[in-house]
């Protein structure tokens, strides 16, 4: 069943085309990716497909009887309106029935509880049985509970940036959505919440376009790609792998058929050149012809990046040790008795939730906090590189290049040449265009990236990067990934992005609170399997710590299987590999790409209760195996 049908849609800004004609569709249950470079059209492309803006030429249909809810990167919440009127000013029966009784609860929380608030609670309550609303209710309490949303009274203009992200997107959740169109849902989310989200989002039966940087997040959620380039749109059914291979083979093709152009220009610009004025008809039309390879030979063609290798400056054997270190704020307690002594080459990964001290740790490594204990030395020979969230601070308003030019002009790479300043940033897409725009005219996101490379340019040997990823589109963080990858220095990064994480680090500092950094060796990816598990043992802790009831005297049992749970675990251990095998197999078919949106939507749906039965079935597993030990 066809959801959203793009025709031959195109548009431009001022002299820029962003896409011409292009045309795709979703189907019910497709849960499909938009990506593209910074500034190419894809939230352009959005607002066109959720009516916000209009194309130049062709049309969006969506069909009639669906509900379409849209999150933009900008919320249009009216600034003194409460939080309670921004999130329920959907005219729904429903959605007002929730609205009257979670204003009823905050109010008696808040200590009205006169004859009158107890009135007016006993109707919402009526309401919500009539309408059987209690399961939409209960999704509406834990959407706000998981994004933090307590205080439902507040003015809308008393929310910072990043507590309003999280209205906006809490409000495109609990709609009774058919097709959710989402623009960078997971900015200003810490790990822990993207993953609440992925998991959410992968188990909703709904449609879903969004645009993404997250590639963690796109790998788990959606199960196609379309990727908005030089002005067309390309379709890959697969997954995220999948897409990175094929638009390779895309390039590679391309480069070939543009080369081949090229040749037949060249052959064909001598023989203008040594041929006289045209006069036959025959010569008229090859020399019409030859126009128009011009105009295709001159058009550019896109290019895979290639990686580079930088020479980093020579690092002594004493890298950076930290030596019982301690920091508080008045109602904090950020680290508590922490050292860690740093080796040659490693590269580390800080996580931990939003307001955890994560950046006040790096600002005590550069000296720009000073703790109240311990010791932090650094080595003779390091070179820091330090990249902060705060931006550069300048006096001054020049161009770009001449910014970047008093740091470093040359950048000697691994193989002995030199790449100059301007060809190392247009590698990290600024344009040689860009690079004589003064600073002040850049774009927020431009000024980070800048920032960023400007670090990076300085050659230092021991990296400090805090979020270098936000604002980046996918390309970029590919660049960054494979660069930091071929780094021979030292790597500390905080990054919400797990991908970049995954390919990158040794180990991680998790930041768990009340002043204890946990140390985990392995990616992020390992963290996340070993908490899993020790959430499953406490759980277990937790449920053997409860009561039991009082049961009738027996005689005491010794402590092994009986016959049926001997059965059991044979067939618990038959189980998990069957269903191991199974979910290999789902994979292997949603990184092929082969298959119908409904085929996808079917598969997904199988691999979350493979997932589900997996951790029912192992727990259960676990148990036995114990008491049989």
């Not at 607002?47 to 194309?55: E, L, R």
């Not at 300085?458 to 390309?475: G, Q, R, V, Y």
Request: a negative charge; proline letters at 3%.
């Amino acid at each position: 069943m066809n959801y959203l049908t793009v025709d031959k849609v195109s548009k431009s800004v001022g002299e820029k085309e962003l896409f011409h004609q292009i045309t795709f569709g979703l189907e019910k249950g497709q849960k499909s990716a938009l990506i593209a470079r910074n500034g190419t059209g894809k939230s352009t492309l959005l607002n066109i497909i959720a009516g916000f803006d209009t194309p130049d030429e062709g049309q969006v249909i969506i069909r009639n009887d669906i509900v379409v809810s849209y999150l933009p990167q900008r919320d249009d919440f009216q600034e003194d309106n409460s939080v309670l009127d921004a999130l329920f000013d959907a005219d729904t029966p429903v959605l007002k029935a929730i609205k009257e009784y979670e204003t009823c609860v905050t109010l008696m929380e808040n200590g009205h509880a006169d004859a009158v608030s107890q009135e007016r609670m006993e109707k919402a309550i009526s309401d919500l049985d009539r309408l059987q609303a209690w399961d939409y209710e209960s999704k509406v309490k834990e959407i706000l509970s998981k994004f933090g949303i307590n205080d439902v009274l507040k003015n809308v203009g008393e929310l910072s940036g990043g507590q309003r992200k999280k209205a906006a997107l809490a409000k495109t959740l609990i709609a009774d959505t058919d097709l959710l169109i989402l623009d960078e849902p997971t900015n200003h989310l810490d790990i822990e919440m993207t993953e609440w989200l992925e998991n959410y989002l992968s188990s909703a039966n709904i449609t879903l376009l969004m645009v993404t940087h997250d590639r963690s997040f796109l790998d788990r959620v959606c199960n196609d790609i379309f990727e908005l380039s030089n002005g067309q749109l390309y379709h890959y059914r697969g997954k995220y792998d999948y897409f990175l291979e094929k638009k390779a083979e895309r390039l590679a093709n391309a480069a070939a058929e543009h080369e081949k152009l090229r040749q037949l220009y060249r052959k064909e610009l001598a023989w203008v050149h040594t041929s006289p004025q045209a006069r036959t008809s025959k010569a008229r039309a090859r020399i019409n012809n030859f126009e128009k390879l011009q105009e295709q030979v001159n058009v550019r063609s896109e290019a895979a990046p290639e990686a580079f290798k930088v020479q980093a400056e020579r690092i002594g054997h004493k890298i950076l040790e930290i030596s019982h270190l301690d920091f508080s704020y008045p109602d904090q307690t950020i680290v508590k008795d922490f050292s860690y002594i740093f080796k040659k080459g490693e590269k580390c990964g800080i996580v931990g939730k939003n307001g955890s001290g994560k950046s006040t740790f790096l600002k005590m490594i550069m000296g720009e906090v000073i703790p109240d204990g311990g010791k932090i030395t650094p080595g003779q020979t390091i070179k820091f590189g330090y990249f902060s969230q705060n931006g550069m601070l300048y006096t001054g308003n020049k161009i770009v290049l001449e910014l970047v030019k008093e740091h470093a002009e040359v950048i000697r790479m691994e193989n002995g040449n030199y790449m100059s300043a301007s060809n190392f940033l247009n590698h990290f897409g600024f344009p040689y265009s860009l690079q004589y725009t003064y600073y002040d005219d850049l774009s927020g996101g431009e000024k980070r990236k800048l920032h960023l490379l400007i670090t990076l340019l300085k050659n230092p040997n021991f990296l400090i990067l805090d979020e270098p990823t936000n604002d980046f589109d996918i390309d970029t963080l590919n660049l960054l990934e494979d660069f930091l990858g071929n780094f021979e220095g030292c790597l500390l990064i905080v990054s919400h992005d797990r991908w970049l994480m995954n390919k990158l680090v040794d180990h991680l500092f998790v930041f768990e609170g009340d002043g204890v950094i946990r140390d985990c060796w392995g990616n992020y990816e390992d963290y996340r399997q070993e908490r899993e598990k020790e959430r499953r043992i406490q759980k277990r802790i937790e449920k053997a710590a409860r009561p039991e009831p009082v049961k009738p005297q027996r005689e005491p049992q010794p402590n092994k299987l009986t016959y049926k749970e001997k059965r059991e675990l044979e067939a618990l251990e038959t189980d998990i590999a069957n269903l191991e095998i199974e979910k290999k197999i789902l994979e292997e078919k949603m990184s092929i790409g082969q298959g119908s949106p409904e085929d996808f939507a079917e598969w997904g749906k199988r691999y979350n209760e493979i997932n589900q039965l997996l951790d029912e079935k192992t727990e259960r597993w676990m148990e036995l195996s114990e008491k049989e030990s």
